[in-house]
Every structure is written in structure tokens, then in C-alpha cells.
């Protein structure tokens, strides 16, 4: 019976394997030349290790137990022998050795060119996706949840506009000061205080700031609103007025510890929004570049939100050059991605929150990829060894993302507009205007 159940495994393989090999041929090469072999061997091994075994165990135990041996056999073997292109280069690489002899930005100071790509498997060949092309001169506008988001997600791309001569501007939503994980590996005491997620929160603003100076930009390009960590979702959903704003649990603040911050700021829905509407008058410009708002983190979802919301005001208003905004989206966690494949049949289908309508709304979204040349994955590599207080915690999810290209969902001014409108309607959002006008005159006096 045993024998009998392995021949079908071994049919079953086999005809998937062929199938398999239509879509991706790298990855089944390696059914078709070992599996056969291997089924063979363990069929006619079976006889003879139940001749050896049944003379001390029942033959059912013998059975299971060489049905046990071949699972996990099979499944070294699978994981060994599936190892494509992405999965090898995903290997060799490390977060501490140079991927290059210079990075883009040493290029550029030594006025050199950045070499173009080299031509390479495509990592996201799995999706439909067009090219990113950078344009000359360009103002780019990132917007990072917390310090590392913007290295994890944009690095080639701010280093191919600082080579084409555009400016970048980086907003940091929070400044990471929640992370309790990591800070409870550098803190040893059993209590962490508030002035401990407040100092941590300092330097990795301090490592921010050092990853964009590896990719080529100056301090000043750097923009910390200082709202909550993990409270961006809460602000919306239940801190939408600044009448009663979030109470950080991390620093037990209610408002943005920074300087020059205006001290009506709170942690409110309302006003993180005014933060990001001003932040984006101030700057202008042509690309705006958010977090997806399928992402399945709460702070990077709501934040990406967030910006279309004040993107939907700024166009409504119609103030240039909102009215042709190019809008990109990144994700950072999300099952599977970015090289897992297993995500991109789902994404599509996914809504922001359990605002059902949003999944519509976002499954029309195209992606495009930037393919990055060996010098500016260099400097990616800087930019997130940059971030060492994560190193300990998240070096293999940092590693992750040292891919050849970089991906970007790219929405169009429907799915701008729509957005915000269909979470807002689903949390009964923004805020009435009796509650705005009792919030306007409170902030005057």
C-alpha cells in the first residue's frame, strides 16, 4: 500500500512539475532531472527497510516511520534544489560587506558617472509591472512611517534623483520611540521609562538623518513631524479632534516633542493632517511617494491614507502642481513580500482596514519597478546599515530588500480622490464642522 502511495506521489509530482515548468522553468528544472530518480530509489528502498525494521517493530510503525524520513528528505531537497537566481543572490549578500567598490553618492562627489543596470533576472517578474523612469530635475517626496521605511523602500530611488539633479524631501510621520522589542535589548532594566522611548526615539532620528546623507542628501532634507508610533491608526479611527488627542504609551506625551513645532499641535487626526497638507504646500512636489495602504502594519496603512487625504484637499483646492501629482505606493510588510511571489495574488484583493470598498478601489493598481545598478544597492546597503539600532532585531528583513529593483504601486487621480473618501466614510470622517469651528477658535486664543 505504501509502494502504491508513493507511485501516486510520484505521478503527481512529475505532472505538476511539467505544468510548473511552463510558468517558471529556473525552479522546475530540478523536478524533471532528480525527482524520478528519487521516487524510484525510495520505492524499491521500501521493501527492504520493512524486511529490516519489521523484524523489530510492528510494520505500521515501520511504514510510518519511513513515510516520516522521506517527508522530511523530500523537503530538504525541494528547499535545496528550488533555490532560483533570487533566492542565491538573497544569500550572498550581507548587511556588513560592500555589494560594490563605490556607492552612487561617492560616484557623484567624485563626479563620476553611476554606471546604468546591469541586465539581471527580474525580481517582480512574477507581476505585470512597467519601468520607472526618473526624469531630470525631478522633486521627490517621501513619506516614511518611522526612520528606516524610507531606506527600506526608496533608496535607489532618492540616489536616481539626486544623479538626475531633482531634489528629495523625506517626511518622518513618527519617530520610531515605540519599538519596545528592540529598545528592551539595548535597556536591560526590567522597567523602560518614557525618557528611555523618548531618547531612543532621538537617535533614530539621528540614524535617519545618516542613512539619507549615504544616499546622497543633507540633513536639511529631513522633515520629523514627531507624531505617535504605532497610534497613526488610532488617531484616525478614535483621535480624529484635538480636543481629546492620543496619549503616546510609549512617551506619555499627547502632542509632538520637537522644536519648533507649534504648540497647538497635538496628537489628533486633524492635525496630523494640517502637518502633512503644510508639509506638502511647503515643498511642492512633482512625485509624492506614501506607504501603501494595504500594507498590513496599522502605522504604515493609515499614514498612507493619510497623505491621500491631504493630497484629495490640496487638489480640491486646486492649487499647482497637485492637479498632476505623480502618486507612488510602497510596501514594507505584507506576507510573503517581497520575493515570497505568494503575495502579488493577493494584494489585489485587499482592502485598507475593513473598509471592504477600498479593495475595489485599489485593484486596479499598475506597478512599476526601478532597477538599480550594483553602486546605488551599495548605498542602499549603507543606508540601512545606517539604521544599527534595528540591526540586531531586523537585519534579516533589511537584507530582504537588497534586491536589484525596486517596486511602486502607481495610482491614478480616481483612486486619489476615492480613497480617502471611502475610509473617511467608513470611521464617519473628518470631523464635523461645528467640531472644526470649536477646534479653530480653541487653537486661536
Not at 61 to 72: G, N, P, Q, R, V
Not at 172 to 192: H, P
Request: glycine share 6%; hydrophobic share 40%; aromatic share 10%.
Amino acid at each position: 500500500m505504501i509502494i502504491a502511495g508513493l507511485s501516486d506521489i510520484r505521478f503527481t509530482l512529475l505532472y505538476k512539475s511539467e505544468i510548473y515548468s511552463k510558468i517558471n522553468p529556473v525552479r522546475a528544472s530540478w523536478a524533471t532531472t532528480f525527482l524520478p530518480d528519487i521516487m524510484n530509489r525510495a520505492c524499491s528502498s521500501l521493501d527492504k527497510f520493512k524486511k529490516i525494521a519489521g523484524r523489530k517493530l510492528k510494520k505500521v510503525y515501520a511504514a510510518m516511520a519511513f513515510t516520516i524520513i522521506c517527508s522530511l528528505f523530500f523537503a530538504g531537497v525541494c528547499r535545496s534544489q528550488e533555490e532560483d537566481y533570487l533566492t542565491r543572490y538573497i544569500k550572498s549578500v550581507s548587511m556588513f560587506n560592500p555589494l560594490a567598490e563605490n556607492s552612487a553618492r561617492e560616484l557623484i562627489e567624485l563626479g563620476k558617472p553611476v554606471p546604468a543596470p546591469q541586465p539581471s533576472p527580474d525580481p517582480y517578474s512574477y507581476i505585470p509591472h512597467g519601468q520607472l523612469e526618473v526624469p531630470q530635475g525631478v522633486k521627490v517626496m517621501i513619506f516614511a512611517p518611522h526612520p528606516d521605511d524610507e531606506a527600506i523602500s526608496a533608496s535607489g530611488l532618492m540616489q536616481r534623483v539626486i544623479e538626475k539633479e531633482g531634489t528629495v524631501n523625506v517626511v518622518y510621520i513618527t519617530n520610531g520611540d515605540g519599538y519596545k522589542e528592540a529598545l528592551r535589548l539595548k535597556i536591560r532594566n526590567a522597567r523602560i521609562s518614557a525618557k528611555d522611548f523618548i531618547d531612543y526615539g532621538k537617535v533614530r532620528q539621528e540614524e535617519g538623518v545618516q542613512a539619507l546623507c549615504e544616499l546622497g542628501l543633507k540633513p536639511e532634507n529631513a522633515n520629523f513631524l514627531g507624531f505617535p508610533d504605532d497610534g497613526i491608526d488610532d488617531l484616525w479611527e478614535s483621535y480624529w479632534s484635538n480636543l481629546k488627542p492620543f496619549i503616546s504609551p510609549f512617551t506619555l506625551f499627547d502632542r509632538p516633542h520637537r522644536k519648533g513645532m507649534n504648540r497647538w499641535v497635538k496628537y489628533s487626526g486633524v492635525d496630523l493632517d494640517q502637518e502633512l497638507t503644510r508639509v506638502i504646500s511647503e515643498f511642492s512636489p512633482d512625485w509624492v511617494v506614501l506607504p501603501d495602504p494595504r500594507d498590513i502594519h496599522p502605522d504604515h496603512a493609515t499614514a498612507g491614507i493619510f497623505v491621500l487625504s491631504a493630497l484629495q484637499g490640496l487638489f480640491e483646492e486646486g492649487k499647482t502642481p497637485f492637479t498632476t501629482t505623480k502618486v507612488l505606493t510602497y510596501l514594507v510588510h505584507y506576507k510573503d513580500y517581497p520575493w515570497g511571489g505568494n503575495w502579488a495574488k493577493q494584494v489585489n484583493a485587499s482592502c485598507v482596514g475593513h473598509c471592504v470598498s477600498s479593495g475595489k478601489t485599489l485593484s486596479s493598481t499598475g506597478w512599476v519597478t526601478l532597477p538599480l545598478s550594483a553602486e546605488e544597492i551599495e548605498g542602499k546597503r549603507r543606508a540601512l546599515a545606517a539604521h544599527s539600532s534595528q540591526l540586531q532585531m531586523l537585519q534579516w528583513f533589511f537584507r530582504s530588500f537588497l534586491l536589484p529593483s525596486e517596486l511602486y504601486g502607481s495610482l491614478d487621480m480616481t483612486q486619489v480622490l476615492t480613497l480617502p473618501q471611502e475610509y473617511a466614510a467608513h470611521f464617519q470622517h473628518p470631523a464635523s464642522p461645528e467640531e472644526n469651528e470649536t477646534e479653530n477658535s480653541t487653537v486661536t486664543h
